[in-house]
């Protein structure tokens, strides 16, 4: 791999990731609104994601280290995290989005520190690079939250939904 193609690419990553996350996560509870939910049901879903976060990044990085298969494991939870995101704008019952946010707080889980480990090893020699590669995601956020905060504001609130699945795809 060509030497600043170690540095592009993870740059590029965080930048997109944090824009997709743009997107998303400063509507949620908009969304949770929208759909009628009370305080106490916002409450437990926006709790919820963490606690599950604590299963699910051990429980995916720790098969990816006895599988050897990072990259894969990667690529999958990446991509059911955004099928899942797909289906918020069909849900009604806050059974159905408890089950979604649940699932999608077990597969997005890992993506960080697969994201954070791919990059130094990327690095080598040259780890003191992580803080201007990372900051990628900042510009990301930076960039994208203003455009989809207009887009979101026009079109509604399924646009966060496609907007992330689509820039984190």
Known sequence: MH???KKIYPFFFYLLYFGANACFF??????????GFTGTQIGLLSAISPLISLVGAPFWTGLADVSRRHRLVMSITLLVSIG????YPLLKTISAVFIIVSLYSFMIAPVNSFADSATMTMLGDQKNMYGRIRAGGTI???FIAPIAG???ERFGL????????AIMF
């Open 158 to 165: 399924n646009w966060a939904f496609w907007s992330y699945s």
């Open 84 to 87: 899942l995101v797909l289906t």
């Open 150 to 152: 207009i887009i979101i």
């Open 26 to 35: 400063p509507y949620i509870v908009l969304y949770y609104q929208s759909l």
């Open 140 to 142: 990301g956020w930076g």
């Open 3 to 5: 030497h600043n193609m």
